[in-house]
């Protein structure tokens, strides 16, 4: 029940020449579609029927009703009947949420003996449906069309990506991502125009001085940080010995619980749905708050480390589109790198922050020394991820736009870390380590990027499609003298195309 206060409107075009009759019976056919949409258990947000448009007035009439419902995050459209375009053009010019042409028809296949003119009348959209197309193509309308039969679970499982991508698109209009601390000094790729990316991709960010997070820190009771501790305990494989209160070990533990404590409270009174940290900025923490920034990403906050608001807001949209999903999704570093041929691959981790939601097995509480930012004992919990595939994305600023890099990877086995105790992924990227990493970094991408075990590629195709932003995407297909092409491309295409820009 994750979308339960989202809908996505369904709005059918049609025309008055067949006569009423016909009318009636396409709003039947657009009734049943759509109840035969909710009923089919495949899509994870409701979908409302609004009627029958027959006419330029009732177009404008529907879009604008979906702009300013806070519910609606996207429409489908679907041509019933000859919708004659021009009656599109007022609506589609203010419409300004996703929309999802679907082309497809109520009845499945031709009646070969029977069909006759009245069938025809009824059965359209096979011209229908490219008339619409036309006009969102010469009105530069960014759209998804989804073509098949509405009952085919391909056509639904098309549909069901774009309202995940829907639904993060309308969780990232109302995120606030804080930042503790600023950027780590002098780094470039994660840095960007926050302001460029409130206007382009939804999301606002704010700065809040350690020392507000600080007052929260000093007012966490012995209560509150007990119970913590406790669960801690209760949740996590750990040395029983670290259950000792007199111990350091303990002490750290105590302190992590708090810090997550301070955290969990100073978002929830600011509003806010992400945050960052920088380890050059602590205030009074002991250590790092790694423990919490690993829970709290599983709570669904976004998070990223050394300022990195943008992985901080994209990593809180790969969780909130995959919620129900049960694979996992995590902030992910590009640690260090494994040569073995064609099994060459990457140790994906950090200092601390990996999102437990990747786990391949119960995780394990540890305290061990940390000496960037505080040289500490610090908590934190560890484990090795899941294997399979899986899509890590990220978003960098080219300065005269943003560009989403997208790269399908493949988990492998990782192995425990007994002198670096951290959490961590190992991964191919596709199509193999040396074309995945030489295009990612033609690509500009980060070291810091947010991965996921459930989203497909068409999810950022979707994501990139709505946001208007550039998308390059490395899979088992790039050749890197093609992916040159493609960024070269992309530069003309961009510069020519200043709105988008
Ligand atoms: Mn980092």
């Known amino acids: 029940m994750a979308f339960e206060n989202y809908e996505v409107w369904f709005v059918t075009g049609a025309q008055l020449l067949y006569g009423g009759d016909a009318v009636i019976a396409v709003d039947a056919h657009s009734n049943e579609m759509v109840a035969g949409l909710n009923a089919s258990g495949k899509l994870p947000v409701k979908v409302v029927y609004k009627g029958t448009v027959n006419s330029s007035k009732e177009v404008e009439t529907v879009f604008k009703a979906a702009n300013n419902d806070d519910k609606c995050i996207g429409v489908i459209t679907w041509m019933h009947t000859f919708s004659p375009a021009k009656m599109w053009i007022h609506g589609l010019q203010q419409f300004n949420k996703p929309l999802l042409h679907l082309h497809t028809q109520f009845n499945k296949e031709i009646p070969w003996d029977t069909m006759d003119m009245d069938f025809m009348n009824l059965n359209q959209s096979a011209h229908g449906d490219r008339e ?142 992400g945050f960052t940290t ?39 949209t790969v969780w909130f589109m995959t919620q129900g999903m049960t694979n996992g999704c995590s902030f992910l570093e590009d640690y260090t790198l494994h040569f073995d041929g064609e099994r060459s691959a990457i140790l994906q981790a950090h200092m601390l922050e990996v999102c437990p939601l990747i786990a391949e097995h119960r995780p394990k509480l540890e305290v061990h020394r940390l000496a960037i930012g505080v040289d500490s004992q610090t908590a934190r919990i560890v484990f090795t991820s899941k294997q399979g595939p899986g899509v ?62 459930d989203l497909t590629p068409e999810y950022w195709e979707d994501y990139a499609e709505i946001a208007g932003i550039e998308m390059v995407h490395i899979d088992k297909n790039t050749t890197i003298s093609c992916f040159k092409k493609e960024l070269r491309m992309n530069e003309v295409y961009y510069m020519l195309n200043k709105a988008l820009c």
């Open 132 to 273: 619409f197309g036309h006009i969102c193509t010469r009105m530069r309308i960014r759209r998804k069309v989804v073509v098949g039969y509405w009952k085919d679970e391909k056509t639904l499982e098309r549909i069901a990506v774009w309202m995940r991508v829907c639904a993060g698109w309308a969780d990232a209009h109302d995120m606030l991502i804080i930042r503790f601390g600023d950027q780590m000094n002098n780094v470039a790729v994660t840095d960007g125009d926050k302001v460029e990316a409130e206007q382009r991709l939804g999301y606002h960010v704010d700065y809040c001085p350690v020392n507000d997070l600080m007052e929260y820190y000093k007012k966490v009771t012995d209560e509150e940080a007990k119970a913590l501790v406790d669960t801690y305990f209760k949740e996590y494989e750990h040395d029983p010995k670290l259950e000792d209160n007199r111990t350091v070990e303990y002490e750290k533990i105590w302190n992590a619980a708090k810090a997550e404590i301070a955290l969990r409270r100073i978002l929830k009174d600011k509003g806010a749905k």
């Open 278 to 316: 920088n380890f050059d900025d602590l205030g009074l923490f002991d250590q790092i708050p790694g423990l919490a920034s690993q829970r709290l990403m599983a709570e669904g906050y976004g998070f990223g480390a050394e300022g990195d608001w943008k992985s901080a807001a994209l990593y809180r």
């Open 392 to 453: 890590t994305a990220t978003i960098v600023d080219l300065g005269n736009r943003f560009r989403l890099i997208v790269n399908d990877v493949e988990c492998i086995k990782s192995k425990p870390l007994p002198k670096l105790p951290v959490a961590s992924a190992l991964w191919i990227p596709m199509p193999n380590f040396e074309v995945g990493a030489g295009a990612w970094i033609l690509a500009g991408g980060t070291h810091h990027s947010c991965f996921s075990f």
